[in-house]
């Protein structure tokens, strides 16, 4: 069974890294090592700007969100945990919590863009670059 708890903070920031490199290295191709590697370094600054909920599944935290200002920030699943659910109930209690919940999703990783449509969710707009200014184009999703 998924159970959703607030994040443990910082002490917990390093399992979270590990839950997005899997994620990462399993669904975005269109990165090369390096890029990775940037995000890596980059990644753990965002985590106190967010509002972090964990997915734990067997015991294990398995995947997490985090939304600022009514916008899903990310969501990022473990690869041994992807499709079991832990990506859903994050979504549907960031959807109950912030029913006008906007997100953008990249542009290049089409099985996410998938699962947000799923969701109930249409593409509103697009951008040529990332927020770090960086080519990789995302789509802004809002809830149809």
């Keep these: 069974m998924i159970s959703l708890r607030p994040s443990d903070g910082e002490p917990e920031y390093p399992r ?7 994620a990462v290295e399993a669904t975005h191709d ?4 390096a890029d990775v590697e940037y995000y890596a370094e980059r990644v753990p ?3 106190p700007a ?15 969100s985090g939304i600022a ?7 990022f699943v473990h690869n041994d945990f992807r499709g079991r659910g832990v990506g859903s109930a994050l979504l549907r209690e960031a959807i109950e ?3 006008a919940l906007e997100l953008d999703v990249n542009e290049q990783n089409p099985s996410a863009l998938g699962f947000y ?3 109930g969710f249409a593409t509103v707009g697009r951008q040529e670059t990332d927020g770090d200014g960086r080519p ?8 149809a």
């Design 117 to 119: 449509q799923r969701h």
């Design 69 to 75: 200002d009514g916008k899903l920030e990310m969501l």
């Design 45 to 47: 600054v965002y985590f």
């Design 16 to 22: 979270l890294l590990e839950i997005w490199r899997s």
């Design 136 to 143: 990789f184009p995302l789509l802004h999703l809002k809830r």
């Design 30 to 33: 269109f990165l090369t090592p």
């Design 50 to 64: 967010v509002d972090l909920t964990v997915g734990v599944l067997d015991g294990t935290a398995a995947g997490f």
């Design 97 to 99: 919590r912030h029913p």
